[in-house]
């Protein structure tokens, strides 16, 4: 099936209806109408969705991922004790960190250690996909939207430098702040192309791991950003979605046979995350692979009237409210 | 499509003699052996060039296939990287002049003989500032000309010029430090 008609026999996600009770919601935490009732449909209770709203008003904990390809975890976290901060290793990754305490000054991203490229500053949810996508040392690589490098970083320091990444980003102005990153952070095994990742479709090579951490509505980053509140109309929304799915089709395309696939987005509406892998296991044919041994709920398998693949439910879930972090969706697909 | 502004047009890789020829202005400059032979082993050296400028990279000489697995597939599609590995000098074609980007400092370090190590972290984050500083030289004589900057614990800092004045004070000119990834690198 094509993406539009796959799109179309869908269209009923795309028209929702606000109740009274979500338009109460709307006007007290200042959102759409329409994200309210698509969060009594996630939740499927009102108590949560109030849960998860006050969860948004609340600032999230600041973390930082230590850069093991300029220094040591045990060295940057004793230079930063020194400085006033007080950290905090994360269960489920050895070199991911929260900032319990921090000084007046330096702030976070004024440090000589930051400048130095010893650590980033990075969501807590942002660091689970290039963990779980796990590349080895002599993998070829694609990251499709690579801006502003959080994640191919990441990637780069999990591959010790070796193997090659191919890095994507299309914008002139977030290539930029993609490469000064990558060079604070000393990755040296990237080539970065300014494209769009659709155009490469017709590319003859195939790699053995892509990152797919789509262009979203990010609406999962409303505790950082409250603009996201009111930020994506219902017709946005569906251009996300359609975007999205030209998106995980070209990785599909670029995917080596029994090569995995982390999709993700900073999001936590089923129309940018189940919606568009249940295309990759329904029409392209793909399998999810359950992600083990880091936070989140499991993926929704009914959103309004509709079902999914059951597959999807070994996709994970992050809530502000529950798990302390951006909301977030990630999912590990393998070509078979 | 990229735009005409930072297109690449072409990229070359260079060999032992185009690669030395290039790096000799920073030998010079910096007091150096950049073609030491290890360096030249373990790195292939792409030169990516626009309409007035260009830069070269190194890439890991062990991930050759990979690399060029990747250019030319690239190529196929008519595209051209902006970016590959790590930049490590930028060539002003005009001028003649060859300039050593930040990440090549880290590098740098290990061949050049022209570092100056600031005493104290005070004055060391005011360079990172792009601040001209004045040091009161106590102890290893220095004399004037082109220095890579390192803190007292040896990190890199920057490239500087160093002017020593008549009372002996070393005066460090900023050329580029690594504060600019706050100032502009964001």
């Known amino acids: 099936m094509d993406i539009k008609s796959y799109l179309n026999s869908y269209k009923g996600i795309f028209e929702v209806s606000p109740t009274t009770e979500a338009r109460n919601l709307a006007a007290k935490y200042g959102y759409l109408d329409y994200m309210i009732e698509r969060y009594i449909r996630i939740f499927n209770e009102v108590q949560e969705v109030n849960e998860f709203l006050e969860g948004c008003e609340v600032p999230l904990i600041k973390s930082i991922r230590c850069n093991e390809l300029k220094t040591s975890c045990n060295e940057l976290e004793k230079r930063l004790r020194m400085k006033g901060y007080e950290l905090e290793r994360l269960e489920w990754l050895s070199y991911g960190y929260k900032v319990l305490k921090s000084p007046k000054k330096p702030t976070l991203g004024a440090t000589m250690e930051y400048l130095q490229g010893f650590y980033h500053i990075q969501g807590i949810a942002s660091m689970i996909p290039a963990h779980v996508l796990s590349p080895s040392p002599s993998d070829k690589v694609l990251d499709m939207a690579a801006a502003p490098g959080s994640k191919t970083s990441q990637l780069a320091q999990i591959m010790k430098n070796n193997g090659v990444i191919l890095a994507l980003e299309k914008n002139r102005e977030r290539i930029k702040s993609l490469l000064s990153n990558l060079n604070r952070l000393g990755v040296t095994n990237t080539i970065l192309l300014r494209a769009d990742s659709r155009n490469l479709e017709n590319m003859k090579i195939e790699f053995d791991k892509i990152l797919l951490d789509v262009p979203c509505s990010g609406e999962g980053l409303i505790p950082i950003d409250k603009t996201r509140k009111t930020k994506t109309s219902i017709q946005k929304l569906y251009n996300f979605s359609m975007l999205q799915l030209q998106l995980i089709k070209v990785a599909y395309k670029l995917l080596i046979e029994k090569g995995v696939l982390v999709y993700s987005t900073c999001s936590i509406g089923p129309e940018e995350d189940e919606l568009v892998v249940n295309y990759a296991v329904e029409e392209l044919g793909m399998k999810v692979e359950k992600i083990e041994r880091v936070p989140g709920d499991n993926a929704l398998t009914e959103y309004f009237s509709y079902k999914f693949s059951t597959e999807i439910k070994n996709c994970i879930r992050l809530y502000p409210h529950k798990h302390k972090t951006e909301g977030f969706f990630i999912c590990k697909l393998v070509k078979i | ?186």
């Not at chain 2, 030395?20 to 032979?37: F, S």
């Not at chain 2, 490590?88 to 590098?107: A, Q, T």
């Not at chain 2, 003989?113 to 102890?139: A, C, L, Q």
């Open chain 2, 1 to 186: 499509m990229q735009t005409r502004k930072d297109l690449m047009l072409n990229y070359n890789i260079l060999d032992r003699n185009k690669i030395c020829h290039v790096l000799n202005n920073i030998n010079v400059k910096y007091n150096c052996n950049l073609c030491e032979e290890n360096f030249l082993k373990e790195n292939i050296f792409l030169e990516l060039s626009g309409d007035n400028f260009s830069q070269v990279f190194i890439f890991k000489a062990g991930e050759f296939n990979k690399l060029m697995e990747v250019l030319n597939g690239l190529k196929a599609l008519r595209y051209f990287p902006y970016s590959v590995g790590m930049p490590i000098v930028v060539v002003h074609e005009r001028e003649n002049e060859v300039e050593p980007l930040i990440p090549f400092g880290y590098i740098m370090l290990k061949y050049c003989n022209n570092i100056f190590t600031i005493p104290d972290s005070k004055h060391g984050e005011k360079f990172t500032y792009g601040k001209e500083i004045v040091i009161v030289n106590k102890g290893k004589k220095y004399l004037p000309g082109y220095y890579l900057v390192v803190s007292p614990e040896g990190y890199f800092l920057g490239y500087a010029r160093l002017n020593i004045t008549r009372q002996n004070e070393v005066v460090v000119i900023p050329i580029r430090d690594i504060g600019w990834y706050l100032r502009k690198g964001r």
